[in-house]
Antibody, heavy 120, light 110 residues
Framework: QVQLVESGGGLVKPGGSLRLSCAASGFTFSDYYMSWIRQAPGKGLEWVSYISSSGSPIYYADSVKGRFIISRDNAKNSLYLQMNSLRAEDTAVYYC?????????????WGQGTLVTVSS | QSVLTQPPSVSGAPGQRVTISCTGSSSNIGASYDVHWYQQLPGTAPKLLIYGNSNRPSGVPDRFSGSKSGTSASLAITGLQAEDEADYYCQSYDSSLGYVFGTGTKVTVL
């Protein structure tokens, strides 16, 4: 069945870096746009970044622009999020999600999430 | 901060009907971008509940329905059940901000 599995979360100091991965299975990964979405503890959902099926175009939320880099490897059925210059406010569960067709698409399914904690 | 506004909480007795509103603006819902709804059960990832304003993915009970009008959208749950107790989020696209989510609504079954 369609499955997304995130990894790479953990504890990192402010100013540090972390790389998240998302392994996709059960569908033709190269056909789909993908996104990262995060949820701070006890808070709502916040879209982070979006990448087309081919790798371009790419979009970022203003809150992470210039610090985070989304990428994908279609040969490995994998999505990545390189997070640099991390701040305390980046602490959240990070989900990868498959985008439905179209620019105003919904997201389905979502992975189980990986927790990133930014703290000294 | 979220640009789509939802009530923080709604509640109802088993079997009742509850609705959750999602209010946006002319740059998102009012710009004819679709609205989608997600259900997040405690401790789990969000799950797509309604897509394209009013469509249910396979496996979603027909107790859940969505609608959209102007700059707002609504999710209705009829025949409320204990298992519907969860957080619900609307989502759309904003011409300036990209993908946007609602503030979230906690549904409590009394």
């Amino acid at each position: 069945q369609v499955q997304l599995v995130e990894s790479g979360g953990g504890l990192v100091k402010p100013g540090g870096s972390l790389r998240l991965s998302c392994a996709a299975s059960g569908f033709t990964f190269s056909d789909y746009y993908m996104s990262w979405i995060r949820q701070a503890p006890g808070k709502g959902l916040e879209w982070v970044s979006y990448i087309s099926s081919s790798g371009s175009p790419i979009y970022y939320a203003d809150s992470v622009k210039g610090r985070f880099i989304i990428s994908r490897d279609n040969a490995k059925n994998s999505l990545y999020l390189q997070m640099n210059s991390l701040r305390a406010e980046d602490t959240a569960v990070y989900y990868c999600a498959r985008a439905q067709a179209g620019i105003a698409a919904g997201f389905d399914p979502w992975g189980q999430g990986t927790l990133v904690t930014v703290s000294s | 901060q979220s640009v789509l506004t939802q009530p923080p909480s709604v509640s109802g007795a088993p079997g009742q009907r509850v609705t959750i509103s999602c209010t946006g603006s002319s740059s998102n819902i009012g710009a004819s971008y679709d609205v989608h709804w997600y259900q997040q059960l405690p401790g789990t990832a969000p799950k797509l509940l309604i897509y394209g304003n009013s469509n249910r993915p396979s496996g979603v009970p027909d107790r859940f329905s969505g609608s959209k009008s102007g700059t707002s959208a609504s999710l209705a749950i009829t025949g409320l059940q204990a298992e519907d107790e969860a957080d619900y989020y609307c989502q759309s696209y904003d011409s300036s901000l990209g993908y946007v989510f609602g503030t979230g609504t906690k549904v409590t079954v009394l």
